[in-house]
């Protein structure tokens, strides 16, 4: 029997929701060009390892998708670990997504995919994200240029879903690019099989809750352990 194709591994995936009433910037830390977050609950995750963090203001249109490193505390006292991601100003950018309506909602996911440029060149790189319009590529080995044409071709699954069609780069970030399907019908099958395994792992992904008794009401940082190791890095 011929062996059945490779599925995505489990989107590795925590979820956040402050209220209205919380002061978000007293439970970020920023370190030069990163930001700490101490996530108050178990995780899976080892230290290092990736991890995708949906953070969220209680009745805002959008969540504020980010991924990050997981780094563990030291001690016993609290629960959690510390969540570093690669960006400042996370709350700001949270805010600003208060009563935004996104016409597709961009979904978590990770998986390998071949691109190829117009002029032939080929190169492996991972979607971190994805909608029914576009997704975003992570980890990539070279330089995209803002409109250009690539074809993304998912790797480890059959041939009728492996093909997401053609896009076009409409931003660039360092080793992050954005991409808008170009042409939505010659992958969609694709990627709606990827939509519903982006989903179920959301689905199934606890929200843990600011708490009400939380001091950062009263401008005091939140109860939380000392910081990691990897906050006196320069």
Not at 65 to 76: A, C, D, N, P
Not at 83 to 91: A, Q, Y
Request: charged content about 25%; overall charge positive; some cysteine.
């Amino acid at each position: 029997m011929p062996a059945k194709p490779a599925q995505p591994p489990p989107v590795p995936l925590v979820r956040y929701c402050f209220d209205p009433t919380a002061n978000v910037e007293l439970h970020f830390h920023e370190l030069d060009e990163r930001s700490l977050f101490f996530y108050p609950s178990t995780v899976a995750q080892k230290d290092g390892q990736w991890i995708f963090a949906e953070l969220r203001i209680e009745g805002s249109g959008v969540p504020c998708l980010l991924r990050g490193r997981v780094h563990s505390q030291e001690g016993t006292r609290f629960t959690g670990s510390w969540l570093e991601f690669p960006v400042r100003g996370v709350p700001a950018v949270m805010k600003n997504l208060q009563g935004t309506r996104r016409a597709r909602e961009r979904l978590p996911i990770d998986v390998t995919v071949n691109l190829r440029r117009a002029d032939g060149t080929k190169a492996l790189s991972r979607i971190s994200d994805v909608s029914a319009t576009g997704m975003r590529l992570s980890g990539l080995p070279l330089l995209l240029n803002v409109g250009e044409e690539l074809s993304v071709e998912i790797l480890g699954v059959s041939r009728t879903q492996s093909n997401l069609g053609t896009g076009r780069v409409i931003w660039v970030r360092m080793q992050e690019a954005g991409v808008q399907v170009a042409h939505p019908d010659a992958g969609q099958a694709a990627i709606q099989t990827l939509l519903a395994k982006a989903e179920a792992a959301r689905s199934t992904a606890v929200e843990q809750s600011h708490p009400k008794s939380c001091p950062c009401r009263h401008g005091r940082r939140p109860p939380e352990p000392p910081l990691p190791k990897i906050a006196d890095r320069k």
